[in-house]
């Protein structure tokens, strides 16, 4: 595993970095490895915003709620998006720097406030060209569609990425290799994809001129909407001038109802993740012939033959205005346990993140094992799926094992033993409760 700097920002630079308002002087550098972890950084302001948009919310009437289940499906999402990095660096940087290494026409000057700003035009452009493929090419929107599977929209839907989409974003932004140096790319690329988490709100409603030239809390809700008008619009990253443009652009005018057109109704990881690739294959093995089948690859979710390159917009579901989020019932006790073991899981995240450097490879499989399996165990609790108390009783006892052997260590040391006495607790709960429906299950079936 390949040891690198770790440079940390100041509070100011941390709270600018979300709006890409650092400057040229203090985000230049040498080299790859001078450049901060920008994401990786930005985790306690990500939290410190969506706190202070739960407390907006609750003290406006009509303002966004946010559902608990919601709520840890979108971050589970972005947790999962970002565990590859822990073993293989970015493919975007490594494809980049490879590109830089062997084809490179021109070499621009790293300290050069001009090809800063050149880097942020162009990864800004890039991601709105793959942004805009993602959703036009049916295989790449099998990775994308995580992003939009949420049926809210809140700070909370940002962090909602797909583990699969980093495999194939890297290819738009190749042409810049040709002359701006890695370190300023691996600056950009980061502050892109900090820029569209503040975007994703409700309580911002309008943004005057700036409406103008940067992508907004309002374009980008015509983005996650499933209306007719908002399909395929608004694409932009920072600048909606790319829309504008290239014809993608469209303001929001009726009420945005997000979500899917078809709506998935699960909060487990993996469907979320997954879903969408088995109805893929599915689609390409059933089309007939090799250009039907290749057309399903490559054409619009929405195509089937005899039907335009991105579907026909009449195809769409029509939206009754009564549509409602999938929200099933689950008990108060239930909720409360799943948010206190999900808070001591970005715990145990957050330190690995952080910590992967010095830590063994051994740690670092046992604790992405531990993180997946959380996951999991706590996407089946919230979807109330039979053989949950199984999976999260094997869980629990894997968190004891963890603590014991000093794999995890909490936040607050003073809090270790009663953090260890819940998880027991816990165990023997969740023991019962396998007991329990096994038992029942036997009874039915004698």
Not at 196 to 218: A, M, R, Y
Not at 233 to 239: D, Q, R, S, T
Request: charged share 15%; glycine share 4%.
């Amino acid at each position: 595993m390949e040891r690198v700097e770790v440079t940390s920002v100041t509070h100011s630079q941390g709270v600018r970095m979300l709006f890409s308002l650092m400057t040229p002087n203090e985000s230049s550098f040498a080299t790859v490895r001078e450049v901060p972890t920008y994401v990786n950084q930005a985790t306690p302001y990500f939290i410190g915003l969506i706190l202070l948009e739960i407390v907006l919310g609750w003290l406006k009437a009509d303002g966004p709620h946010i559902k608990i289940n919601d709520f840890i499906t979108s971050l589970s999402a972005g947790m999962m998006s970002r565990l590859p990095q822990l073993v293989i660096r970015s493919l975007e940087l490594s494809a980049y720097i490879y590109v830089w290494n062997n084809f490179r026409l021109l070499e621009l000057p790293w300290d050069s406030a001009w090809t800063w700003w050149l880097a942020f035009l162009g990864v800004d452009m890039g991601y709105y060209w793959f942004h805009r493929f993602a959703h036009e090419l049916n295989f790449l929107w099998a990775a994308h569609q995580v992003h939009h599977s949420s049926e809210y929209y809140n700070l909370s839907t940002a962090l909602r990425q797909s583990v699969t989409q980093q495999f194939s974003s890297w290819v738009f932004y190749l042409p810049l290799a040709l002359m701006v140096p890695p370190s300023v790319f691996a600056v950009h690329v980061q502050f892109n994809l900090l820029y569209q988490f503040w975007i994703h709100t409700e309580l911002v409603k309008n943004l005057g001129p700036l409406e103008w030239i940067l992508n907004t809390p309002s374009h980008h809700r015509v983005h996650h909407g499933r209306n007719p008008y908002c399909i395929d619009k608004n694409y932009a990253g920072i600048l909606i001038i790319w829309d504008r443009m290239f014809g993608t652009f469209t303001p929001e005018s009726d009420k945005v109802v997000y979500g899917l057109t078809h709506p998935i109704s699960t909060f487990e990881i993996w469907t979320v993740e997954f879903l969408y690739y088995p109805y893929l294959w599915q689609r390409f093995w059933e089309a007939e012939g090799i250009s039907n089948k290749l057309s399903i690859i490559f054409k619009g979710p929405g195509w089937t033959p005899g039907k335009p390159r991105l579907g026909d917009i009449a195809d769409i579901p029509q939206l009754t205005g009564e549509e409602k989020p999938h929200d099933p019932a689950w008990s108060p006790a239930m909720q409360a346990y799943v948010l206190i073991q999900f808070m001591l899981l970005i715990d145990v995240y957050n330190n690995l993140l952080m910590d992967q450097m010095i830590l063994s490879e051994l740690s670092v499989l046992l604790l992405t094992a531990y993180v997946l399996l959380s996951l999991t165990s706590l996407g089946f609790l919230i979807d109330q799926r039979a053989n949950a108390a199984e999976l999260e009783m094997l869980r629990c006892v894997l968190i004891v094992a963890l603590q014991r052997f000093g794999y995890i260590k909490p936040l607050v040391p003073l809090l270790a033993f009663l953090i260890e006495v819940f998880v027991l607790i816990s165990a023997v709960y969740w023991s019962l409760q396998f007991v329990n429906q096994r038992t029942n299950g036997m009874k039915k079936q004698n």
